[in-house]
């Protein structure tokens, strides 16, 4: 086994700059009109987050962590409608940063349509987009 190769630290601010520069970022109302094209918004927001500002209309809650493992159409573990490389992703956060993070780790996997919401839910919101309340959990 080999030691990982080291790397040129780099702040968290340069490695967005550059995450975001393979990404065709969108507005909220581009995606929205990509989510009606048949585009997966896959909010990737904490539980706590979605209780306290609720949800888009039609998206996929998938949480952080899992988000690999449920959109790699490969994957043992996929969601249904992760079946195809070239299908269209937009990934949503809290307010577009993490994200970005995201929509890159899905290009990775070859993924290469995924992307994000520029400014996260709270832009969606804030562009009087649909929200609805999160359901209580029983």
């Known amino acids: 086994m080999t030691p990982a ?14 995450v975001r520069s393979r990404l065709a ?19 990737i927001r904490y539980a706590a987050l979605r209780d306290r500002d609720g949800l888009i209309p039609g998206a996929l809650v998938v949480e952080r962590n899992e988000l690999e493992w449920r959109l790699d159409p490969q994957g043992s573990h996929r969601l249904p409608e992760a079946d195809r490389h070239d299908r269209e992703i ?4 809290n307010e577009g940063y993490a994200s970005s993070l ?14 994000d919401l520029v400014g996260g839910f709270q832009a ?7 929200v609805v309340t999160a359901p209580t959990a029983p």
């Not at 937009?90 to 956060?93: A, F, M, N, R, T």
Request: charged letters at 20%.
């Open 90 to 93: 937009v990934v949503l956060c």
């Open 25 to 43: 970022r969108l507005t909220p109302e581009q995606a929205q009109d990509a989510a009606r094209r048949g585009a997966l918004l896959v909010d």
């Open 124 to 130: 969606w919101r804030a562009a009087g987009l649909p």
């Open 102 to 115: 995201a929509a890159a780790s899905l290009h990775d996997l070859g993924l290469f349509r995924a992307t």
């Open 5 to 18: 190769t080291a790397t040129t630290p780099v702040p968290i601010d340069t490695h967005l700059e550059r």
